[in-house]
């Protein structure tokens, strides 16, 4: 079989587990398996308002994903994604903040996506830091600036940005219209937000793929120290890899605010960070099935949205289905991994 | 084995076809289906189930209308998701009329009104109507709960040992100024009148914990806040949010031997989960608003309108026609059961209006002269606690 084929293979393999076990959970609960898959599908591809709501969650999500997998290259566990994406956040609306009634919209959401990939590259830049000065391993260092993250957040809708006469959790104040993320008539999804990922997309397969900044960087993430024989300095290309994949985190956050809530609430990132460690594992840790892999995600999120509303079950099925995916990605690529080089192989 | 393998996976892809054509939403009988947005879940013993039941009501009173409901309608609980894209997807189900039941929802409503013009809007709590930001598709109620909290604080101050009443508020905005404001004239009327205390004795604490319920790590918690409320001497704690931790941790703390009790909140059936610790709760019955409303959509009868309706004082628990309502709790001793009724009816009679001044702000302006009657506007819109109340004003 090819590689692709094997790929393939390896794909269906992995939904036929997911599915049969979800089966059997629902069966479980007294519920349809047949229906509720049925809702799931329905609820994400059933109508072009759905599935522009699966490109909402897709766009964020894909750019988180393949944000990781330059970290990843470089052999760094860029756990600290969730922090990064609400730094985005919160830099875009700080830019957005002083562009109401500016005049010029456009530029000002222009600048704010520049200020959200410049604050969650800022971010990562942190973790990786403490990582080559200061030892600190960057799962630890990512984990706890996810919570000073949050912090933040809490603080600023608190607190600075609250809105007049009111204390909540709610939100900030909502963006006038012009500083929405244009769209077009009858789109819930912006068409730049939906061309911003797809040439991200493009321009990562060239640069992790063709570049010589890909290469090296792969060297750097499988040997770190062979390469300086050639030159090369890890520290720099390991920095390089989390602020690139820290800056696509915080545009990810910058267009959840500019595109989606227009505001900053607490939850802002929807919890795409982690998320997006899942799809990069289930893609295998590569680029090309990160896309597709991201729109499955993003469809059962908003699928699922069907089953506490035309089922009356909860809709935390996708988040079992989602697990149950990667833990049988894993199981399948183990066996592989296992039989390729066991016996009689 | 390969050809095996293939003739496997076409199966499965095949059962994966037939999954895709499975049964869509059938929608449009001859009767109304109505789309209700609840920000808590459904059964959560307080804000969120009081509206769910009110529709429950108008199915059950109008056969051949239907509810679809969707609960935890918040982005901590549902990430990414917006109340324009639900509001499409319950219109997609056939929804003519659309209730959201929150405050947090007023920005997203008056989108998608917006969005829909052939479909009505209802927004609970909310003011568009009043503030001419409402499109003419989308009104706003609410229901003088101002009362039912008056009966709160009422019964909270005929039972305290320690004269030290606590207020568990959620966030702050106009709303819960005003309500905590309300128990806060009700207890202290039940101190000062009724049982003849220097009000140099009560105090009055408000606590707000940031959101109408507990989410975990971005508001305070409300168990914790309740703890500290009784750990601190107040005997009495009125709840101001959505859920019953204030009842809850009451009835706990009688078991371990004090003496406290609780007020919960929103849905008439909050006294349940302890009965020992609850005083009686003030609570919304919307099944006969919601009926009205659904009603008048149906006759295209409906006209946009901000209404903000108080009890039936004939019988304010009357399900059929009151929209606000106080049911008395078991813990409620007898002689109090009755100072309770004589003050409902001097509501009722309009003998008894707390909302008279001489009322400060709590930063010592003047809220209402002596001898003034506050309007429905200065009540709507207050601005800060009163002078005399502990707690965050903004």
Redesign the interface.
């Known amino acids: 079989m090819s590689r692709i084929n094997r790929y393939l293979a390896d794909t269906l393999l992995i939904l036929v587990i997911v599915v049969v076990f979800t089966s059997l959970l629902l069966l479980l609960v007294g519920a349809s398996p047949h229906e509720a898959f049925g809702h799931l599908i329905s609820g994400s591809f059933g109508s072009w308002s759905k599935f522009s709501r699966v490109l909402n969650v897709w766009i964020p999500l894909t750019l988180c994903s393949i944000g990781l997998l330059y970290a990843f290259r470089a052999g760094l566990w860029n756990i600290g994604v969730e922090g990064q994406v609400v730094l985005g956040a919160i830099g875009t609306v700080g830019v957005l903040r002083l562009g109401i009634d500016s005049g010029y919209p456009m530029v000002t959401l222009f600048l704010a996506m520049l200020a959200a990939a410049a604050l969650g590259g800022g971010w990562a830049l942190v973790a990786g830091w403490l990582k080559i000065r200061g030892g600190v391993h960057e799962i630890f260092a990512g984990l706890g600036l996810n919570f000073v993250a949050m912090g933040i957040v809490l603080w600023l809708i608190f607190g600075p940005w609250k809105r007049p006469g009111i204390a909540s959790m709610s939100g900030t104040e909502v963006f006038p219209r012009e500083l929405w993320f244009p769209t077009l008539e009858g789109w819930r999804v912006s068409p730049y937000a939906i061309g911003i990922a797809i040439l991200l997309i493009l321009a990562t397969s060239w640069i992790l793929n063709h570049s010589r900044f890909g290469l090296n960087l792969k060297a750097v993430g499988h040997n770190p120290r062979a390469v300086v024989l050639f030159g090369l300095s890890p520290q720099r290309y390991l920095l390089i890899a989390i602020i690139i994949s820290g800056a696509l985190a915080g545009l990810a956050g910058g267009l959840q605010v500019s595109g989606i809530y227009h505001r900053l609430i607490p939850a802002i990132s929807s919890g795409y960070g982690y998320l997006g460690l899942l799809v990069v594992m289930l893609a295998n840790f590569r680029l090309l099935p990160i896309p597709f892999i991201a729109l499955f995600f993003a469809a059962l999120n908003v699928g699922s949205i069907q089953l506490p509303m035309m089922m009356q079950l909860d809709s935390s099925l996708s988040g079992v289905i989602q697990g149950a995916c990667v833990l049988s990605a894993l199981l399948v690529f183990g066996i592989r991994h296992l039989r390729s080089r066991g016996p009689g192989n | 084995m ?1 050809s095996r ?1 293939y003739s496997f ?1 076409r199966s ?2 095949l059962a ?1 076809t037939a ?7 059938s929608a449009g009988d001859e009767g109304l289906t109505f789309g209700m947005l609840l920000v808590g879940p459904y059964n959560d013993h307080g804000w969120s189930q009081a509206h769910y039941e009110g529709g429950r009501y108008v199915e059950e009173k109008l056969p051949g209308t239907k509810m ?5 309608v918040n ?2 609980d ?5 109340i ?3 509001v ?2 319950l219109v ?2 056939g929804a003519k009329l659309i209730i959201a039941n929150s ?2 929802m007023k ?1 997203g409503v008056r989108e998608a009104a917006q969005q829909h013009p052939g479909v009505k809007f209802i927004h609970i709590s909310g003011d568009d109507v009043l503030t001419g930001k409402a499109t003419d598709n989308l009104g706003n109620l609410m229901g003088r709960m101002e009362y039912g909290k008056m009966m709160a604080g009422f019964v909270a101050a005929m039972t305290t040992r320690t004269g030290k009443i606590a207020y568990l508020g959620p ?4 709303e819960t100024k005003r309500l905590a404001v309300s128990a806060y004239l009700g207890a202290h009327y039940a101190w000062t009148q009724i049982r003849k205390k220097p009000a140099s004795e009560f105090s009055f604490k408000v606590s ?1 914990i ?2 109408w319920f507990n ?1 975990p ?3 305070a918690d409300p168990t914790q806040v309740v703890r500290n409320f009784i750990d601190t001497g107040h005997d009495v704690v009125l709840s101001g949010i959505d859920t019953t931790e204030a009842l809850i941790v009451a009835s706990q703390k009688r078991q371990e031997g004090k003496d406290v009790y609780a007020v919960p909140y929103d849905y008439i059936g909050s006294c349940d989960s302890a009965p020992k610790a609850c005083l009686g709760v003030p609570y919304f019955n919307w099944g006969p608003d919601y009926l009205g409303i659904v009603r008048s959509v149906m006759d295209s009868s409906w006209k946009q309108a901000w209404t903000w309706n108080g009890p039936d004082w004939r019988d304010i628990n009357d399900k059929d026609t009151s929209t606000v309502g106080f049911a008395t709790g078991a813990a409620l001793n007898g002689e109090n059961q009755a100072h309770l009724d004589a003050f409902i009816d001097g509501l009722s009679s309009g003998k008894i209006n707390l909302f008279t001044g001489p009322l400060n702000y709590q930063d010592g302006s003047v809220f209402l002269k002596a001898g003034e009657i506050a309007t429905d506007k200065q009540i709507w819109y207050l ?1 800060q606690l009163l002078k005399g109340m502990e707690g ?1 004003s ?1």
């Open positions: 390969t393998i996976l499965v892809a994966l999954l895709s054509l499975a049964p869509g939403a679809i409901y969707i609960d935890k982005p901590a549902r990430p990414g998701l917006t324009p894209m639900v499409d997807d997609d189900k405050d947090d920005d966030l702050i905005n106009e707000w940031g959101f989410i790590g971005v508001t601005k965050a903004q």
